[in-house]
């Protein structure tokens, strides 16, 4: 118990820098904000993804864990898509990032302290991670880069093949895809690159909190009321949908019980990653669900992760 809530107690922190950086620094807020997504999504967050599964046993990870994070990431953007697009009437535009906030959890940098500290082992969150960015990711990107183009004028448009080739090839899907090669193969990097690797990966979890806090900064939380029905669903399949699909073929169809069934619901119990605000910026595609979703989910994370933790541990 006392791991989750220094965990979440970090996040909060770092949120909250980001947050009075914007408010104390008002000349300076742009330029910040401008530098630090294309800083986060070329540089650091591809360190952190290489050197953590760089250093990874992967038998030991992927089984059961890889599997369950897959067919509930699947299952929960499905069919939230299904719903917002029956209920609600969904824009192309929207949709995507909508379905990505409630089935891509921020597995980086809360889903690391709450592994290490509430479950004692890293292989639930690596496992996650595996999921996503090599396989979960690439399918939202190419849904990404469809209703981006989709949204574009239609002249000088590039061929779709290449517009989806460009959306799988992205730093971090690479850098993930490399770091699990050298995994695989018990490659390891001289000294004197792994270093600064490592210090570059480890600023990726600061900035990108920073980066989230900065963007709250101005915003008035659902203050859209035509998106809010949109909001709620959405925050709805994330924190309660996920974390039940999760519980379900864990405990029923894996079979999985003690620590590793509490590692796989606190997976799924995690609040919605910022990468889905950061993917969506990239593709200049709408971001209030999104970043909606990452408040509210954020803001509950704490009292459902507490709960799972009381029930299941």
Known sequence: MQGVLQGFTIVLILIFIGLATARFLPRKRESIATGLTPLIYYITNP????????????????GVFTPIALITAALT????????????????????????????????????????????????VVSVLIAQLLMIAPVYLCLFALA??????????????????????????????????FAAFNLRLPEVINIPLNM?????????????????????????KSLRGEVFLATGFKMLFMPLVAWVFAAFVFKLQGTALLGVVIM???????????????????????????????????????GITLLLG
């Open 148 to 181: 981006a183009r989709a949204k574009g004028n239609q002249e000088n448009k590039p061929p779709l093949a290449k517009t989806i080739l460009r959306s799988i090839a992205n730093p971090v899907t690479i850098a993930t895809f490399v770091g699990a090669l």
């Open 268 to 306: 799924a119990a995690l609040p919605t990653a910022q990468n889905v605000l950061l993917f969506s910026q990239q593709f200049r595609l709408e971001t209030t669900v999104a970043r909606e979703v990452v408040l509210c989910s954020t803001l509950l994370a704490l009292p459902v992760t507490l």
């Open 77 to 124: 953007g499905g069919l939230y898509a299904l719903s917002a697009k029956l209920f609600f009437k969904v824009p192309a535009t929207r949709l995507p990032g909508a379905a990505m906030s409630t089935s891509y959890v921020n597995a980086g940098n809360i889903g690391v302290p709450l592994a290490l500290y509430a479950v004692g082992s890293t292989n639930p």
């Open 47 to 62: 360190a952190l993804m290489f050197t953590m599964l760089a250093d990874t046993d992967l038998r030991s990870v992927i």
């Open 200 to 224: 570059l990966g480890q600023a990726s979890i600061p900035l990108l909190l920073m980066a989230f806090g900065m963007s709250l900064f101005g915003q008035r939380p659902l203050a859209e």
